[in-house]
């Protein structure tokens, strides 16, 4: 485009605030493609000549959804989607090629519309006729030109049980596709049916894209399988319209690397990107999985009392990996803990580890609770029986969906955070379990700050810092979605607040973690660069040496605009997993004035910007100076710091 107003995603399918499907259309002699801001439901419709030429912008009022879908006749007319007009009852802007120029030819936007209708967040044209969803009123309107060349209502499509008619919508003549809340209606003559999901598989998103042939409809779940997506196609039968296909590519992953230290070398190592840092191995996620779109999550590390192996226990959407990394180069896949029976999958999965067992939860997951695994099982499993499927040891049911658990090996003290999916529990904040007998945790009590939100995670300790009013009691510092949040624990029975600070440009506080001194505080925000809060990977840094006035003393900005996920801190160095940006390693010798001193790329093929891609976290804390990094799509990898004087 020739010009492209900040914040504006020009002819993506997917905008920040759902999907969006309607993007681009060959209307009015031109090519047309709607330029669309989510974050203020604002949009341009930008027009290319057949030569290619940009001859023509249209801008809609702000907040309206000016563009949101597209839809028209390469000879004439284009019609534009503003389901955001008039307290969202929506409406579509009719335009049409005149001696050269796009001029207004109506609005339609029928009278009885009902705020929150949403008309023209989706649309169809076929012989004629403009398709037109208003889900929030359950229907679609059908629009025709009558003899005076204007554009009138000619009938609504109802379906019996539909909750939201009008999602999405496909036509191919006189048969119309409908998308519904997790459904489709097909509407054929006189007869309607309704299209469900084929399976439990197809669920998530089914019925968000559409689409309609001679023979054969097709219904899509963008959402199934880890968000890989899935195409369910129906054909009619004697019985009626059956489903009877699914559309499922394979997915693309990277090989494993094993075998020997690849080196970095003039900014490389193999195709990764790369300062200061070696590849030990790649164990690649096609090794670690067996379930279509499986991706990995968080991940942290154990060593073997008995034999002095390190292990990486690597959570996946699906349940936690186990990999043996006694030689680094040659990591060994032995086994898995899939997710609690009856509870689905998991974009959010994390572990810790206390006393050689793990505890492992899971948000947006049903029931999961908290699984218990003792991991002294992982030294007597045979090569011939890898993978193994193992089975809990122990679980802990006193949470349903739970966001993270911290574990404070000091006191035995697990913290279960974010517990609101499935069913809250002390307000989605901190709930305390006794975990002293690992086997057998019992719930020790609540803590949670009413002026914040819920826990999205949290670090706590013995606490031996500065500040002589707390030492040796057990604190918490809480990412709380909004603000940092400080607690002393000591007294399960009467936990207490001791500061909540807030920082400027807030759009999700998301995680930290002390210096070993206790007298900084390094966190991050997820969103701030997602949102164009900031241009680069932000660091707060909070001084905590007087822990009842926490003071936000700089905001540390790196080079690439990748969003920030999960810092760790040993030493004097932080090990940042900044998603798309990978792993980078900052110098805290100067706590307020960090230095990069070291990076590795786990996504070579990303582009450092915002996004949810490549690294989700770290664990630096092997003994071996070995550090593990989880990365979404690509795996595990193992590499090594050079360690520099910065």
Known sequence: PSSLQPGYEFGGAY????????????????????????ETNSGAVHFYAPSGEETTILRGTEGEGFGYALVGDFGDPIFIGVPGADNERGAVDVYVLRDGMLVPDGRLAPDDLEPRSGLGRT??????VLYAGASGMNTVLRFVQNDAGQW????????????????GVAVHGDRILAGDRGSAWLFDGDQITHLEAPSGRAQRGFGVGLAVAAEAVAVASPSADYEEGIVSVFEPTENGWEATGTLAPDVSFLASIRGTQVDCEEGKAALFECDNVDMLSLLSAEEMTSERGVKMTDIWGWEDPETGHEWVLIGRTDGTAFVNIADPTNPIYVGELLRTEGSPGAAWRDVKVYKNHAFV??????QHGVQIFDLTQLRDVEAADMPVTFEETAHYDGTASTHNIVINEDTGFAYAVGNRAGGETCNGQSHMIDI???????????????QSGGTHDAQCVLY??????????????????????ISD?????NPSTVALATYPLTHYTHQGWLDESH??????DELDEMNGAVDRTRTLIWDVQDLDDPQLVNQFYLDSAASDHNLYIDGQYMYQSNYQAGLRILDISDPVNPVEVGHFDTAPYAEDAAGFGGSWSNYPYFRSGVIAVSSRAEGLFLVRFRKVDS
């Open 15 to 38: 905008a920040r605030a759902g999907f969006r499907t309607q993007a681009m259309a060959f209307a009015a002699g031109h090519m047309a493609v709607s330029a669309f801001n989510a």
């Open 123 to 128: 649309l169809a044209w076929s012989d004629g």
């Open 152 to 167: 009138e209502e000619m009938e609504r499509l109802i379906a019996p049980e539909a909750r939201s008619l009008g999602t």
């Open 361 to 366: 939860v899971a948000d947006g997951s049903g």
């Open 436 to 450: 002293r007998d690992p086997a057998n945790p019992t719930f020790a009590g609540c803590f949670s700050e009413a």
């Open 464 to 485: 031996h810092g500065p500040d002589a009013d707390y030492s040796g009691s057990e604190i918490c510092l809480s990412s709380n979605g909004s603000s940092l949040v």
């Open 489 to 493: 624990v000591t007294d399960k029975d």
């Open 519 to 524: 007298s900084y505080f390094y966190m991050n």
